[in-house]
């Protein structure tokens, strides 16, 4: 029988189940909502229960899908968000939601976007301890530590003392199919303050003292998931058997391998930093030497709410607003810097959301039976055309975004900062909203390139982007992304299901098809068309002015927040 590899991917509103063949083409795809509950800006919580349910039903139509026997199937991959997961001592959800008294146990994950841990955050990075030095010096508030800590001092503790786990949700998934309670060098090491080997031994006991959480140390950090520096399980690596009742919920076959899990990012990364159109790049980068020196070159971006940027190197680079540099948390021995834009496709739906001509504009897609953002690409080329303008450019001269309207994740590590736009009118037309769409489309484009020349400033040579996600579908965003890092882009072969499909290149690693996860990578990875940056000289032009201004807003930003301070008024005298 033909062998087929099943990955699931949980993002922040629904869960993907992908069934690949040995060539890692796609099968079969399906998609299933999951909830979230919102009760303010800053809170974001999710169920366990909720999230394998999806995961049943995703599973069970992707194998209906695919018309292939469950014993085909040789190998089960997961990925997640970095959500932070939490279980009684027994097992089951145990609240995070402090607006039901933390009753509801329904609600037992904190996602990543929530930001209620803003203080913890900040008292953490205030102590400057080392371990901080391998997240760029500033942990993110959307990081594991910092969210277990306010749960720490906001939940009664009563509640807090019947906390038994604490998991990282890609972990978490694995535990629900196979039993295992190990932890992934993924998650622990990227989101938990993990020092893994041969970086440290685990756990910083000083750390955890000095940030107030010096009672996870007291009990070994059984709730975090032990201690056992050595035997961690990386990427890929079977981290255990499907169980009996997670092979029935499924439609799988009992004892079904499963890969170690990685966070959803990194799938993504998995699915496409190996992948390339052309059959001689592809037998380059499976040369052993050329993991150090071509791998090097590219950085994965996976698009879709928010934005990760994930880069390799075979040595330790610290860049300083960019988390990392993680060891072995994808590729045994290599590092990955880990640089993100907290809202990305989240920022253009709420630009359009807030727009009075949306309902309009989604009329007339509607009656052309096009999504929103197709007409408003159309849009705007008529709107050139109108104008008689020789570049789609030129349309946004006067109209500039600063894109942080959820804070800086990277390279600034500044969950303060606020979005910015310059050029309003009184004009509420569908043109001015089509305008607003496309300065925001640069501006995202030219917060990619802050974010990689940080990186090559301190040692990357970054000149290929991997894109992946959602908004890899929309040609503007891609070709802007081109054009303004001045970077060649490879997409996927599959847009829509690159973060999956990574995740079923962990179940085929799982299944031993292969012991070296880039091999698997390389082989298995399939990359769609390149997009060459322009060679337009006004539109290069163009494009670095609009850089230039994108700079001014974020310093205009920090003026601002001095004058309102009176800290510009000390630094006079």
């Not at 609240?95 to 146990?105: A, C, E, F, N, W």
């Not at 993100?340 to 897609?365: F, N």
């Not at 085929?508 to 337009?536: I, Q």
């Amino acid at each position: 029988m033909n062998s087929y590899y099943l990955g699931v991917d949980v993002g922040t509103g629904s869960a993907r189940a992908a069934v690949i063949d040995a060539e890692g083409s796609l099968v079969a795809l399906a998609v299933e909502p999951i909830m979230t509950y919102n009760p303010k800006h800053d809170i974001f919580e999710q169920s366990a229960n909720n999230i394998w349910e999806s995961i049943c039903k995703t599973v069970r139509e992707a194998m209906a899908q695919a018309k292939i026997a469950p014993e085909q199937v040789k190998g089960l991959g997961f990925d997640a968000t970095c959500s932070l997961v939490v279980l009684d001592k027994s097992g089951a959800p145990l609240s995070v939601d402090q607006v039901s008294g933390y009753d509801d146990h329904n609600l037992n994950i904190i996602l990543w976007a929530d930001h209620r841990a803003l203080d913890q955050a900040n008292r953490i990075n205030a102590t400057q301890h080392d371990v901080l030095r391998y997240v760029g010096n500033t942990i993110s508030l959307e990081m594991e530590i910092p969210k277990i800590l306010w749960l720490k001092e906001n939940m009664p503790p009563a509640k807090w003392d019947a906390i038994g786990y604490l998991f990282d949700l890609p972990d978490y998934l694995t535990h629900r199919a196979t039993g295992s309670f190990a932890r992934s060098t993924c998650s622990l090491t990227c989101k938990c303050s993990y020092l893994p080997k041969g970086v440290g031994k685990g756990w910083d006991e000083s750390y955890f003292k000095a940030i107030g959480l010096e009672c996870l140390i007291n009990d070994e950090q059984q709730r975090l998931g032990g201690t056992d520096v050595d035997n961690l399980p990386m990427a890929g690596d079977c981290i255990g058997k499907l169980t009996a009742e997670a092979a029935a919920q499924l439609g799988l076959p009992e004892g079904l391998p499963v890969g170690s899990a990685v966070i959803d990012a990194y799938a993504g990364a998995i699915a496409t930093l190996g992948a390339t159109p052309s059959p001689v790049e592809r037998d380059a980068l499976l040369e052993r030497s050329s993991l150090s020196k071509l791998g090097s070159n590219r950085l994965a971006i996976i698009c879709g709410t928010s934005s990760c940027h994930i880069a390799m190197s075979p040595d330790p680079i610290f860049v300083p607003g960019v988390w990392g540099p993680y060891r072995s948390v994808m590729i045994p021995d290599m590092w990955c810097a880990e640089g993100g834009q907290s809202s990305t496709g989240q920022l253009i739906d709420h630009v359009l959301k807030t727009h009075p001509a949306l309902e309009e504009a989604q009329r007339l897609a509607d009656a052309e039976n096009m999504n929103i953002y197709a007409y408003l690409n159309r849009h705007l080329e008529l709107m050139q055309q109108s104008h008689q303008f020789k570049h789609l450019e030129d349309l946004t001269r006067q109209m500039h975004i600063y894109p942080d309207f959820h804070g800086n994740r990277s390279p600034l590590a500044d969950p303060g900062l606020k979005g910015m736009i310059v050029g309003l009118s009184l004009d509420s037309s569908i043109d001015d909203l089509a305008t607003k769409y496309l300065a925001t489309l640069q501006a995202i484009s030219c917060q990619t390139r802050h974010i990689i020349e940080c990186l090559n400033e301190r040692g990357y040579t970054i000149d290929t982007l991997c894109l992946s996600g959602g908004l890899c579908k929309n040609p503007v965003f891609v070709r802007l992304h081109a054009d303004i890092t001045r970077c060649r882009v490879v997409l996927p072969e599959c847009i829509d299901g690159a973060v999956v499909i990574g995740a079923a290149l962990l179940g085929a690693k799982a299944s031993g098809v292969c012991d070296n996860l880039w091999e698997v990578m390389v082989r298995m990875g399939r990359a769609g068309r390149e997009v060459e940056p322009t060679t337009d000289k006004e539109v290069i032009a163009m494009n670095e002015r609009r850089y230039r201004v994108f700079h001014a807003m974020l310093q205009d930003q920090k003026n601002y927040v001095d004058i309102m301070t009176g800290a510009d008024e000390k630094s006079s005298d």
